[in-house]
């Protein structure tokens, strides 16, 4: 079993749409959590980072964390074209020993005008 | 502007030809990072460095090897390159380990 689990998709939405993207994992160790977006031809860049349970929202993105359930979401509101992209999500332990940051596959988002 | 720059972007070669794929950041960052990035599979750790002349392996680390003689420089070096390591290539570089990373924009190499 993967340490974090996430659905390739690919997934399609109009325009305008809220999207969900998700994420699951294993490791209780987990303490902070990332959302990075990547283009095509172009390397991942940061979204959204938070720490512990709980949501962080900024523009039209919002971050949430249940860490008793260990899943992790990432909602778009009012998805635009731009949005089209592929989303790892990717958590770390945040203390003790080597802070190595696990990451998902990637899901596949496609916002159709 | 803050960037990590990777250099070459694409490379053909052929099996057993040495090659070298560069890494700058101008953050002034202390760790750095190299990811190999495979269908199905995600990012995957080769190396990382939390400093200068300290570096670690990560999770696939056969097969390459890397450098931290200065702060901002991390090659990644393919010394007999094989078909099994065509990939997708980054490189990232954060303030501390744990941090949030910033990556290049990526380096295609494909072995024949």
């Known amino acids: 079993q993967k340490e974090v689990e996430q659905d390739p998709g690919p997934l399609s939405v109009p325009e305008g749409a809220i999207v969900s993207l998700n994420c699951t994992y294993s490791n209780s160790a987990f303490q902070y959590f990332m959302w990075y977006r990547q283009y095509s031809r172009k390397g991942p860049e940061l979204l959204m980072y938070?720490?512990?349970?709980g949501n962080k929202e900024d523009g039209r993105f919002t971050a949430q964390v249940d860490k008793s359930s260990k899943y992790i979401s990432l909602f778009i509101r009012d998805s635009q074209p731009s949005d089209s992209a592929t989303y790892l999500c990717?958590?770390?332990?945040?203390?003790?020993?080597?802070?190595?940051?696990?990451f998902g596959t990637g899901t596949k988002l496609q916002v159709i005008p | 502007e803050a960037q990590v720059t990777q250099n070459p972007r694409y490379l053909i070669t052929v099996t057993g030809k040495k090659l070298t794929v560069t890494c700058s950041q101008n953050?002034?960052?202390?760790?750095m990072s190299w990811y190999r990035q495979d269908p199905g599979l995600g990012l995957r750790q080769i190396y990382y460095?939390?400093?200068?002349?300290?570096?670690d392996k990560g999770d696939v680390p056969e097969g390459y090897k890397v450098s931290r003689k200065e702060k901002r420089n991390f090659p990644l070096i393919l010394e007999s390159p094989s078909p099994n390591q065509t990939s997708l290539y980054f490189c990232a570089s954060s303030l501390y380990e744990g941090q949030p990373q910033h990556f290049g924009d990526g380096t295609r190499l494909s072995i024949l």
């Open positions: 990717a958590m770390g332990p945040g203390s003790g020993g080597y802070q190595k940051v696990t």
């Open positions: 460095s939390m400093n200068v002349e300290v570096t």
């Open positions: 953050m002034n960052h202390e760790y």
């Open positions: 938070t720490y512990s349970s």
